[in-house]
């Protein structure tokens, strides 16, 4: 449950910082200003301005515990393996 928490917070964290990324280049072009912005649009901005979203994607994905990482690790491991019995079933069939 905390390992699902976790990812959550993460997964939560980089949505925010892929919304700001968009946003502070309309702003910057002139597309979006402060009277045609949304009160959640401009705090967002405000967050990706001063660096906490930045440096909260860094703190929660340095910040994972080893439970955390051995749970990446199989799932690296997972894909990695049906990734290599795809190509060997494909190479030893000759399917594409």
Same mark, same amino acid.
Request: charged content about 15%; some cysteine; proline content about 2%.
């Given at each position: 449950?905390?390992?699902?928490?976790? /990812?959550?917070? $993460?997964? %939560? &964290? *980089?949505?925010?910082? &892929?919304?700001? !990324?968009?946003?502070?280049?309309? /702003? #910057? *072009?002139? =597309? @979006? =200003?402060?009277?045609?912005?949304? =009160? /959640?649009? +401009? %705090?967002? @901005?405000?967050?990706? /301005?001063?660096?906490?979203?930045?440096?909260?994607?860094?703190?929660? !994905?340095?910040?994972?515990?080893?439970?955390? #990482?051995? !749970?990446?690790?199989?799932? $690296?491991? @997972?894909? !990695?393996?049906?990734?290599?019995?795809?190509?060997? +079933?494909?190479?030893? =069939?000759?399917?594409?």
């Amino acid at each position: 449950m905390i390992g699902s928490l976790y /990812w959550s917070n $993460v997964r %939560n &964290a *980089k949505l925010e910082l &892929a919304k700001a !990324t968009p946003l502070a280049a309309k /702003w #910057q *072009k002139g =597309t @979006l =200003t402060y009277d045609n912005s949304q =009160t /959640w649009q +401009f %705090n967002l @901005l405000h967050a990706y /301005w001063n660096g906490s979203l930045q440096r909260r994607v860094r703190e929660l !994905t340095a910040n994972c515990s080893h439970s955390c #990482q051995s !749970t990446l690790a199989s799932k $690296v491991k @997972l894909v !990695t393996h049906l990734n290599y019995s795809q190509v060997s +079933f494909r190479l030893s =069939t000759g399917h594409p």
